[in-house]
């Protein structure tokens, strides 16, 4: 990995929100960092934590009508290719032309059609029947997936993910910036040379943080545990010390030659307009 990367492509993910008083939110937060630094585009989340694909949809729909540039998230798990096909139809219809790409989480319910069993499979179907109008994201793995049998057959996968079309991948989120630097020096071993973009979670809440993490396998280190531990209930501590660490691994990828940066803001500005203004870009 070489030098900074002036033209770096910062963007946000958004969950959809479940009541009225969240979408007026939504609406705030998307305005507040607007305000600060533009992100490229904005996320939305398919089906995660416990929101529906409808909300997805409408979240995607109410932004893209305000002409804001919107990546739904799709995922095709529970989803037959009919359904798949329509979804494609409309976000054509809506102008959306950039996607991020998943198999998503096995359902409690196993809920299953059995058309599509990995993201692969989505990717080399959205290439069928769209061609290349979207623009495909896909997800990766520096720390592994949680399923992954071993890290090589985690990479093979993440391969034909790339080699069923995918122009560029987001990754799960981290705090080890050796994970990112031996993926993308894997990749570049093997010729993988589209963007590959750190998923960066701000660090807020200690309690939600090793709950997400536990599930998604990202590993919080020691010291960094040890840390928001002691802050306990001293929230400024806590959320300096976590701003301070995240602003100094957003740097560091930066310098290092990241493509950008995917902030995972769970809906709110104020973390990641913080981390954008200790950026040294
Ligand atoms: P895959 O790439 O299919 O991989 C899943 C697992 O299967 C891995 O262990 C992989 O090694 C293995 N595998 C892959 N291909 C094969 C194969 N051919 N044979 C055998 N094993 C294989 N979840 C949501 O529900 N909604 C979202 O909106 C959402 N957004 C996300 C955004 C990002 C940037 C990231 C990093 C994750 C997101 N997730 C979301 C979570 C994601 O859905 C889960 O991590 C899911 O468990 C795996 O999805 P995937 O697309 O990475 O799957």
Redesign the pocket.
């Given at each position: 990995m070489s030098t900074t990367n002036s033209s770096a492509v910062l963007s946000c993910e958004f969950f959809p929100p479940r009541t009225e008083a969240g979408v007026e939110k939504l609406l705030v937060t998307q305005q507040t960092l607007n305000d600060v630094f533009q992100p490229a585009y904005y996320s939305v989340?398919?089906?995660?934590g416990g929101t529906t694909r409808e909300s997805t949809l409408e979240t995607v729909t109410l932004l893209s009508k305000k002409g804001i540039n919107v990546a739904p998230?799709i995922?095709c798990i529970g989803s037959s290719k009919q359904q798949i096909k329509e979804l494609l139809e409309l976000y054509k219809s809506l102008g959306i032309s950039r996607m991020?790409t998943?198999?998503?989480?096995i359902p409690e319910s196993g809920e299953s059609t059995k058309e599509f069993?990995?993201?692969?499979e989505l990717v080399s179907f959205i290439r069928e029947t769209t061609g290349n109008h979207f623009t495909i994201e896909?997800?990766a793995?520096p720390e592994y997936?949680p399923?992954?049998v071993s890290p090589q057959?985690?990479f093979e996968?993440f391969k034909?993910?790339v080699a069923a079309g995918a122009d560029g991948a987001?990754?799960?989120y981290f705090y080890n910036i050796d994970a990112y630097s031996r993926f993308i020096d894997n990749c570049q071993r093997e010729n993988i040379n589209i963007p590959i973009t750190p998923?960066i979670m701000p660090i807020t809440n200690y309690a939600s943080l090793i709950r997400f993490s536990d599930i998604?396998g990202a590993e919080i280190p020691r010291w960094i545990r040890k840390q928001l531990e002691a802050y306990a209930d001293d929230k400024e501590s806590l959320r300096s010390f976590g701003l301070d660490v995240t602003s100094n691994l957003c740097n560091q990828l930066l310098q290092q030659g990241a493509p950008g940066l995917?902030f995972y803001t769970l809906n709110q500005a104020g973390a990641t307009n913080a981390i954008w203004k200790n950026l040294s870009i």
């Open positions: 989340t398919f089906g995660a998230h995922s991020v998943l198999r998503g989480d069993s990995h993201a692969n896909v997800a793995y997936h399923e992954s057959s985690d996968h034909s993910k987001i990754t799960q998923g998604c995917h």
